[in-house]
């Protein structure tokens, strides 16, 4: 039997936790911390795990803190950040669709914030901030069109996936199409962005991001109770007293303002939102969602991924969505071959 704690507050609410995802989300969550110290200190001036705190802490010295709180911290920020938004929002899709591959990389979520983005870089020739706009706009544009394409009574998770499998295939023919009409110095601009790194990343990105993940996270776990429902079925989910489309609606536009704007922030990091709810859930052996420990798992992938990409490669500093997308893609083809041995693909 499943041990769990209950809290109550003097007003008398209660709040029932699973002892085992509470541990694992703590353990989640000092790893991403301890991770991201180690991160900042990284690089080609070298700072060390004590320094690394007493900096940001106050007590560094003058190039300590120009290091860490001027050039390192606001890209681990970013990863935190971008990793957080897509561990969630692939727990979202993947519990709304009923699918371990309702991920918005298979669904092409991503791939639709991209062609916003290199419609701005190849036909505008626009600034960063016209990127992450356009990013944006794309990303909303692709989750609209896939629900609409899906609605039919209702939206269903196999009618979803495969839906958003031909969506993607469509736009990823579109990105490839806005590469060839480019000049070189907008093709290699867009080829580094569709990459996904966090190579320069400042204070500019991380506010809208954290300003949008502080609205938009407890919207959906303020929702998570039907979103757990929802798993069970729309029809039961319906004689419970849930509001099924108004629910899965409201949750879907968080997963894909939370899939594009990391997208913007970051570019199309692959893979995260896809492995992130599935290695959590097998952590908390846990049913349902699992929104926190996905949200925990994302941030701590990302920044482990990050600093894998620059110091398990020599001398050769690789972009982060390199790692992501290779690790990913192993996971993706184990999950594929667990899912047939399994008689559901």
């Known amino acids: 039997m499943k041990s769990t ?20 989300v703590v353990a989640l969550l000092l790893a991403a911390c301890a ?39 606001p890209r681990v920020l970013v990863g935190l950040l971008v990793g957080a938004s897509l561990g969630l929002g692939g727990a979202l899709f993947q519990s709304i669709s009923r699918n371990p591959l309702g991920s918005p990389d298979v669904l092409g979520l991503s791939q639709g914030a991209t062609s916003g983005a290199l419609v701005v870089i190849v036909l505008l020739s626009g600034t960063a901030a016209q990127v992450t706009v356009g990013a944006l706009l794309g990303g909303l544009v692709t989750g609209l069109a896939i629900y609409l394409l899906a609605w039919k009574q209702g939206v269903h998770g196999y009618r979803l996936v495969l839906v958003g499998i031909g969506v993607s295939a469509i736009v990823t023919a579109v990105n490839g199409y806005l590469l060839t009409k480019a000049d070189l110095v907008d093709a290699t601009r867009a080829v580094v962005w569709m990459t996904g790194s966090l190579d320069g990343r400042d ?52 997963a894909v303002l939370l899939t594009a704007a990391a997208t913007a922030a970051a570019g199309p990091v692959s893979f995260v939102a896809l492995t992130a709810p599935q290695l959590a859930r097998r952590l908390t052996r846990s049913p349902g969602p699992n929104l926190v420990p ?31 997308g290779v690790l990913g893609g192993v996971y993706l083809l184990w999950l594929l071959v667990t899912e047939r041995r399994a008689g559901r693909i």
């Open 5 to 24: 704690l209950t809290l109550r507050t003097p007003g008398g609410l209660s709040l029932r936790t699973d002892v085992r995802a509470l541990v694992v």
């Open 35 to 73: 991770a991201s110290v180690v991160l900042i200190g990284t690089g080609d001036f070298p700072i060390s795990f004590g320094d690394v705190l007493r900096t940001l802490a106050g007590n560094g010295t003058a190039g300590q803190d120009f290091i860490v709180n001027e050039l390192r911290l």
């Open 203 to 254: 204070w500019s990105q991380v506010w809208p991001l954290l300003a949008l993940c502080a609205v938009l996270v407890p919207l959906v776990l303020a929702n998570a109770r039907g979103l757990r429902m929802m798993e069970m079925g729309d029809d039961v989910s319906n004689a419970l007293g849930v509001r099924v489309e108004r629910v899965r609606m409201l949750l879907m536009v968080a």
């Open 294 to 324: 996905s949200l925990c798992m994302g941030a701590t992938l990302l920044v482990t991924a990050d600093w894998a990409s620059q110091r398990a490669f020599g001398a050769d500093q690789l972009p982060v969505g390199v790692v992501t």
